[in-house]
């Protein structure tokens, strides 16, 4: 196309009538999504300083944090191929009953709930104050 048939086009274009808002198909208004559960920041710096202390001892390897519209979920695995060890969840509709945090482990079993998330980690922790001692 050379420059003239360029503002030809336009030209053809421009003389167009603007499509009015009235011609446009009316669609009813959608609702708002819904906002999905997360963890904040404080939240996250608290399981990231445990994570970063086990993947430093070897335990732990890879992680993935899942935003539903219910809960959120931080899982924790071994390896990347694998199934979660253990998945640290937060269900704010259990925040006034049992507590909004859990930890999961890899059968299903609750380790551990309860309203504060460091105590809930704890469960987590190697209990250093265990050695084996020689006879």
Avoid: C
Avoid at 33 to 41: D, G, I, Q, T, Y
Avoid at 67 to 84: C, G, I
Wanted: hydrophobic share 40%; aromatic share 6%; net charge positive.
């Amino acid at each position: 196309m050379s420059d003239t048939e360029d503002d030809s086009f336009l030209s053809e274009n421009a003389r167009q009538a603007p499509v009015s808002p009235r011609s446009a198909p009316s669609l009813p208004p959608s609702p708002p999504p819904k906002p999905l559960v997360s963890f904040n920041r404080r939240e996250l710096d608290t399981i990231l300083r445990l994570y970063g202390r086990m993947v430093a001892d070897g335990e732990w390897r890879d992680y993935a944090i899942d935003l539903l519209k219910d809960r959120a979920v931080f899982s924790v695995f071994r390896r990347s191929s694998e199934m979660p060890l253990y998945r640290i969840e937060k269900d704010p509709k259990l925040a006034r009953r049992q507590g909004a945090y859990s930890v999961v482990a890899a059968g299903g079993m609750i380790l551990k709930r309860g309203q504060d998330l460091a105590q809930v980690l704890k469960v987590l922790e190697k209990k250093k104050h265990l050695r084996l001692v020689d006879a």
